[in-house]
């Protein structure tokens, strides 16, 4: 029984540590994202491409969706995050109203 219970706490260890890590590796891909899409924008399109050029212009709609979407993904990620906080906030008003200590 014993070796169950240290499992779980090993296996519930070990997944606290893999969404921390997949957080920060999501976190990292973003960033090199935006970066790789503002240097981008300031290298290629907006400076040296000629404006009435096709292929600049799909460049330009191109890097606007990836941004956009960019944002919109690190906006669903704060609402996961707020809502993440706000479940444990109130798991923990549960756990203080069950909990009846000396009973």
Same mark, same amino acid.
């Given at each position: 029984?014993?070796?169950?219970?240290?499992?779980?706490?090993?296996?519930?260890?070990? %997944?606290?540590?893999?969404?921390?890590?997949?957080?920060?590796?999501?976190? %990292?891909i973003n960033?090199?994202?935006?970066?790789?899409?503002?240097?981008?924008?300031?290298?290629?399109?907006?400076?040296?491409?000629?404006?009435?050029?096709?292929?600049?212009?799909?460049?330009?709609?191109?890097?606007?969706?990836?941004?956009?979407?960019?944002?919109?993904?690190?906006?669903?990620?704060?609402?996961?995050?707020?809502?993440?906080?706000?479940?444990?906030?109130?798991?923990?008003?549960?756990?203080?109203?069950?909990?009846?200590?000396?009973?």
């Amino acid at each position: 029984m014993a070796y169950y219970i240290g499992f779980a706490i090993v296996l519930f260890i070990g %997944l606290i540590l893999l969404s921390v890590l997949l957080k920060v590796v999501i976190n %990292l891909i973003n960033y090199i994202v935006i970066g790789v899409m503002h240097g981008l924008d300031s290298c290629c399109i907006s400076k040296m491409a000629p404006k009435d050029n096709d292929a600049t212009a799909e460049l330009i709609e191109i890097r606007e969706k990836t941004i956009d979407w960019l944002k919109d993904s690190l906006y669903k990620v704060k609402l996961l995050k707020a809502e993440f906080f706000e479940l444990r906030r109130r798991s923990k008003k549960m756990a203080s109203i069950v909990h009846f200590p000396g009973v």
